[in-house]
């Protein structure tokens, strides 16, 4: 099984800061990567997939970048709707994992 | 507007069968698409259990294949999920998801869940 590690697990940012996240699969997923944004007591939000490919209908301060087995996830400037939980999941070969999430939170 | 909404019972009990259905609006299964299981706990983050095709093929989680059945009834676009033998660790929020999964050499290819439900807690307790 592929194992999908978020770092860091928690990060602390202000309202305009500049966020990035990682995230490192334990083998090479090619581009296979998407992102979730989770808020409490909601389901996941798709924000990014293959990557890099921004989903219809989510603004443009998030990016995605990278393959192979790192990849990031940025928020340009984050704004007060943006603290909640991010998620990698990646797809390889019939199956799918998630990462553990890292929790943005207000500093 | 896609929509989907799990229904199923709150609370197990250990060895028993957990029954959860999806019903989804605004888009035919029948119209493609693959329809998945998600479910989350504090132990063990975001799972994916299984996905199925309007075909009624079928693709589980490994760790979990030897207890979990999907199925799909396109009459009442709905898809279904039965996790047989639960325990204590199975307690998790359940979601039904559309999943987006498109090979190569078909464009654009991705493979991800752009529609949720909004998750149902399933305790297993006696």
């Known amino acids: 099984d592929i194992q999908m590690t978020q770092s860091p697990s928690t990060l602390s940012a202000s309202v305009g800061d500049r966020v990035t996240i990682t995230c490192r699969a334990s083998?090479?997923?090619?581009?296979?990567l998407a992102w979730y944004q989770q808020k409490p007591g909601k389901a996941p939000n798709l924000l990014i997939y293959?990557?890099?490919s921004l989903e219809s209908g989510v603004p443009s301060r998030f990016s995605g970048s990278g393959s192979g087995t790192e990849f990031t996830l940025t928020i340009s400037s984050l704004q007060p709707d943006d603290f909640a939980t991010y998620y990698c999941?990646?797809?390889?070969?019939?199956?799918?994992?998630f990462g553990q999430g890292t929790k943005v939170e207000i500093k | 507007q896609v929509q989907l909404q799990e229904s199923g019972p709150g609370l197990v009990k250990p060895s028993e069968t957990l029954s959860l259905t999806c019903t989804v609006s605004?888009?035919?299964?029948?119209?493609?698409?693959?329809w998945g299981w998600i479910r989350q706990s504090p132990e063990k983050g975001l799972e994916w259990i299984g996905s199925?095709?309007?075909?009624?093929?079928?693709y589980y989680n490994p760790s979990l294949k030897s207890r979990v059945t999907i199925s799909v009834d396109t009459s009442k676009n709905q898809f279904s999920l039965r996790l047989s033998s639960v325990t204590a660790a199975d307690t998790a929020v359940y979601y039904c998801?559309?999943?987006?999964?498109?090979?190569?050499?078909?464009?654009?290819?991705?493979?991800?869940?752009?529609?949720w439900g909004q998750g149902t807690l399933v305790t297993v307790s006696s």
């Open positions: 998801a559309r999943g987006n999964w498109i090979l190569p050499p078909l464009q654009p290819p991705r493979a991800d869940f752009d529609y």
């Open positions: 605004g888009y035919s299964i029948s119209s493609g698409y693959y």
């Open positions: 199925i095709y309007r075909s009624g093929d079928t």
């Open positions: 083998q090479s997923i090619s581009s296979w």
């Open positions: 293959m990557a890099s």
């Open positions: 999941q990646q797809y390889n070969s019939y199956s799918w994992t």
